[in-house]
């Protein structure tokens, strides 16, 4: 079945010790997204690829950044992590850029940091 | 800017009641309308969806009504079991993001409990 697929599930890293999240897909979409979603609220966006286009949301803090290679594989790069970081974070594919075209999520990878 | 705004929870019920979970929503434009459903420990999957005004989204039982007049989506079901205990999401989608894709606003989820 194609998928959006995240790994690890789980995370644990130290204080200030960075850390790489990877999410693969199978679906060939253009768009991908990364977004962080702590406990009880609602996910945020923390920015998306369009292609190779890299778009950043304006609240995402600048310890965070993102990697696609090729169509398939995006990571998540969180330089030095903080208490705060702690968090699900949820990767999401898109195959048009029109509003109805629904995301399609993967698992999470749950981060925590010690 | 756009916001949704849903039901605080958590929403507990007996088996085979009947299910409504309010969704409001403000916007430019024509937004998509969506419910993610959260099961817990897992990533957010597409519920159901409408993408313009008096449509109607059904999946496994639930459904909701894409109300332009009312700026409402609310989710019902009919007869809820024990495994629909998750997390429900109400979001709409504006492509607004630049350089392509669409931006999905969330609700803060309502947290839905169902008993025997």
């Known amino acids: 079945d194609a998928m959006v697929i995240q790994n690890p599930r789980y995370q644990v890293t130290q204080f200030g010790k960075p850390v790489t999240l990877s999410c693969s897909q199978t679906l060939n979409h253009n768009v991908m997204y990364w977004y962080q979603q702590k406990s009880s609220q609602a996910p945020k966006l923390l920015f998306h690829?369009?292609?190779?286009?890299?778009?950043n949301e304006a609240d995402t803090p600048d310890n965070f950044q993102s990697r696609r290679p090729n169509t398939s594989f995006c990571f998540l790069d969180i330089r030095s992590p903080g208490l705060g970081d702690a968090a699900m974070y949820l990767c999401a594919t898109s195959r048009e850029r029109r509003g109805n075209s629904p995301l399609h999520f993967g698992n999470g990878t749950r981060l925590t940091v010690t | 800017g756009d916001s949704v705004t849903q039901m605080e929870g958590p929403v507990t019920l007996s088996e085979e009641a009947f299910l409504t979970i309010n969704c409001t929503y403000t916007?430019?434009?024509?937004?998509?309308l969506f419910w993610y459903v959260q099961y817990p420990g897992e990533g957010l999957q597409l519920l159901l969806k409408a993408t313009k005004a008096d449509d109607k989204g059904s999946n496994k039982g639930f459904e909701a009504t894409y109300r332009k007049e009312t700026t409402s989506f609310h989710l019902e079901k009919g007869s809820v079991q024990v495994s629909d205990s998750a997390v429900y999401f109400c979001a709409l989608s504006s492509s607004g993001l630049t350089g392509g894709g669409n931006k999905l606003t969330f609700g803060t989820g309502t947290q839905l409990k169902v008993e025997l």
């Open positions: 916007a430019t434009g024509y937004p998509s």
């Open positions: 690829y369009y292609d190779k286009d890299f778009n």
